[in-house]
């Protein structure tokens, strides 16, 4: 069945279309939400096993000459249990009835806590593996800053570490003094929900066509491109600095730099690390700095190792996005992995001015396009054009061409 126009009588104007609530949150019922709960409860406690998993290694490494294959085995165990845990994830998301609200919060709560328990059993494999003393001049009691213990951190550390807003391991973290400021936790609440109240207008007036008539697709592209950098200005409020500074007033985190003047980016570098700095700083020391450790010893720069860790990102976000929609689209890949790789080894232009101007243009475009692409997917396959889901759907066919042919 093919719908050939979406039911709206507002176009333009100011409203908020409860239809498109429902296709993002669901009609919920009971066995989809015990999915969801136990799934949120299966990574959690995943994480939480991590230290003592870990305090075991410790423990047993002591008892043997020969550590090797005591680090192999726990090595092991630890691929087999991350491995099991996203197996698991994924079964849960396609073959529960979850909505597509429900699939973004596992997706991306699957992929935060991966990186936090890597970045907690690489920080400990280091102490123990590689002992050091507090009053050493160099290594990592000069890295840290006085954030790390030469000694392997408490259940305590580890605990807080997994709810706060922050992806690398420290034993100890800046903390606010006195009570939690409730005013500024209303303060961040409210402009979350502002901000995804806009985000949902635009969604629903600007990105999504009314129909699948050519004019129609045509118009909604054009407008989203031209409301791109909008809709980059309102995720970056609600993601990156209302949503991660409430849970900083809850927990008294006082490191809160989520994010910089990434608006007076003049490179595509510039602006990666500008854009969100925890997962830059994570990527950094787990995925670039790796790569490029491995990549020198066969001569090549920092250019190769730049270009890898932009793809890895890039493939880390169209996870999100997949598991999220519940279909493979990979235009984060094309557009961030591939078109913005190219003019991030390029670099800025002649002056800073036209940089920063072509920089912000650019992105802007380009999260237009995003949106508009996810999202008339989206509503072809749960609007449009609905069938009964088949698992080939979700990697090799696209919805939208089938119906547009079908229209025009």
């Not at 409860?18 to 709960?37: D, E, K, N, P, R």
């Not at 951190?153 to 420290?170: E, H, K, M, Q, V």
Request: charged share 15%; hydrophobic share 50%; proline share 5%.
């Amino acid at each position: 069945m093919i719908m050939t126009s979406y039911p709206r009588t507002h176009r333009y104007r100011l409203y908020v279309d409860m239809h498109l609530f429902h296709l993002a949150i669901g009609y919920c019922s009971f066995a989809g939400f015990a999915a969801f709960v136990w799934t949120e409860l299966l990574l959690l406690s995943t994480a939480a096993s991590v230290h003592p998993a870990l305090m075991a290694w410790k423990t047993i490494r002591t008892w043997f000459p020969r550590t090797l294959p005591v680090d192999i085995g726990f090595l092991i165990v630890y691929l087999i249990g991350l491995v099991s845990v996203h197996v698991t994830v994924l079964w849960m998301v396609f073959m529960v009835p979850l909505s597509p609200a429900f699939c973004f919060i596992i997706s991306v709560e699957q992929l935060r806590l991966t990186m936090k328990t890597y970045s907690y059993v690489r920080e400990t494999v280091r102490k123990v593996v590689t002992p050091w003393k507090k009053d050493d001049t160099t290594g990592p009691a000069v890295w840290y800053a006085g954030q790390m213990e030469p000694q392997v951190g408490s259940i305590f550390n580890y605990l807080y570490f997994l709810f706060a807003p922050i992806l690398l391991y420290r034993d100890r973290y800046p903390r606010n003094k006195g009570p939690i400021q409730w005013k500024n936790v209303i303060t961040y609440l409210s402009q979350f929900i502002v901000a995804l109240l806009v985000f949902a207008v635009i969604y629903q007036d600007v990105v999504i066509p009314p129909s699948l008539r050519r004019t129609d697709v045509l118009t909604s592209l054009v407008f989203s491109c031209v409301v791109g950098f909008i809709i980059l200005m309102v995720v970056n409020i609600m993601i990156f600095h209302s949503w991660p500074n409430l849970h900083a007033e809850l927990l008294r985190f006082a490191d809160c730099q989520f994010h910089t003047d990434w608006w007076t980016a003049t490179s595509y570098a510039d602006f990666y690390r500008k854009w969100n700095t925890s997962v830059h700083d994570w990527i950094h020391a787990y995925v670039y700095t790796d790569i490029k450790n491995v990549l020198r010893a066969y001569g090549f720069g920092s250019a190769v190792p730049a270009l890898l860790t932009i793809i890895a990102s890039a493939v880390m976000h169209e996870y999100m996005m997949a598991i999220g929609l519940g279909f493979c689209l990979p235009m984060v890949s094309v557009l961030f992995g591939g078109a913005g790789a190219v003019v991030y080894m390029v670099g800025p232009c002649v002056t800073k001015r036209t940089s920063n101007i072509f920089i912000l243009s650019s992105v802007g475009v380009g999260f237009g396009l995003l949106a508009f692409c996810y999202m008339l997917e989206f509503a072809s396959r749960h609007y449009f054009c609905p069938r009964e889901h088949q698992f080939s759907d979700f990697f090799f066919s696209s919805r939208f061409l089938q119906c547009y042919r079908e229209l025009n």
